[in-house]
């Protein structure tokens, strides 16, 4: 009775102060034991396809049935392979694709797909193969069919600029896909002024985070030239689908196509 609140509470520690670097090299070793004692058909991960009887416990405020042990998706990363599969050409079309901050999950699967150029970059983790600053992205304008960036902009110095430059280097009909956590806010905080790890924390729900967005995340990233759009996908599928794959069910997906570079 008493394991699970303990879980929780190593995982919320651990989330907090492990480096995530050194999270995305040792976590899966100890996960695929986890795995192996957890299998069942109670829910089914959308990415690896693997049956458990939960799903495990994630966040810093752990959410119960959250993290796949098996390939280390979150309910925002099912969420999100199921959108690619019904709702894009992603693995049907040939496509050059760039992966900012790479997921774990998704890493040797979309390197797999014979129809997909991928390139992942990020400034500090181990999984990405391409060195480099969100901010000034090392490729010619328009090299991209795709961008994914999931997660990274409420991490970063200026979004507005960042955001620019995916924009700069999406193709003409290019697209992507940028998701951050949005709270129930009216409108974007941020204050440079907050530099503390633990004030930021306070501020902005995590240590390294340097904003919290509101309802005008998609307006706000528009004003870099992106046209961004709010997908409700997951109010679509049926009850019975979500809570088999445990998903998100207040997560938007943000859907952005290349707009003007002069914004």
């Not at 609140?5 to 995305?24: A, D």
């Not at 019904?86 to 040797?108: G, M, S």
């Not at 970059?121 to 795709?146: C, N, R, T, W, Y």
Request: glycine content about 4%; overall charge positive; proline content about 6%.
């Amino acid at each position: 009775m008493h394991q699970i609140p303990f879980m929780k509470s190593i995982i919320s520690f651990v989330i907090r102060y492990i480096p995530r670097s050194f999270l995305q090299r040792v976590s899966p070793l100890f996960l695929k034991a986890v795995a192996l004692a957890n299998k069942g058909d109670k829910v089914i991960c959308t990415v690896c396809e693997k049956g458990f009887k939960k799903f495990l416990p994630y966040g810093r405020k752990a959410r119960e049935n959250a993290l796949c042990p098996n390939c280390l998706a979150l309910e925002r990363h099912r969420l999100m392979w199921l959108y690619l599969q019904q709702k894009t050409n992603f693995f049907t079309a040939p496509l050059r694709v760039l992966h900012v901050a790479p997921e774990a999950c998704f890493i040797d699967r979309f390197e797999k797909l014979p129809n997909i150029d991928y390139i992942t970059g990020d400034i500090e983790s181990p999984l990405a193969k391409v060195k480099m600053d969100i901010h000034q992205i090392p490729f010619e304008d328009a090299s991209f069919d795709v961008v994914f960036c999931n997660h990274v902009m409420e991490h970063v110095d200026n979004d507005i600029a960042a955001c620019k430059e995916i924009n700069r280097v999406l193709k003409p009909k290019g697209w992507g896909i940028i998701q951050s956590p949005v709270y129930n806010i009216p409108t974007t905080f941020e204050d440079p002024s907050i530099t503390a790890p633990a004030e930021r924390e306070k501020a902005f729900g995590q240590r390294d985070h340097v904003r919290k967005y509101g309802d005008d995340y998609a307006i706000r990233l528009s004003k870099s030239g992106l046209m961004v759009s709010e997908d409700r996908f997951v109010q679509e599928l049926p009850k019975e689908v979500v809570e088999k794959h445990a998903l998100p069910i207040t997560e938007i997906i943000y859907f952005c196509t290349k707009g003007s570079t002069t914004a």
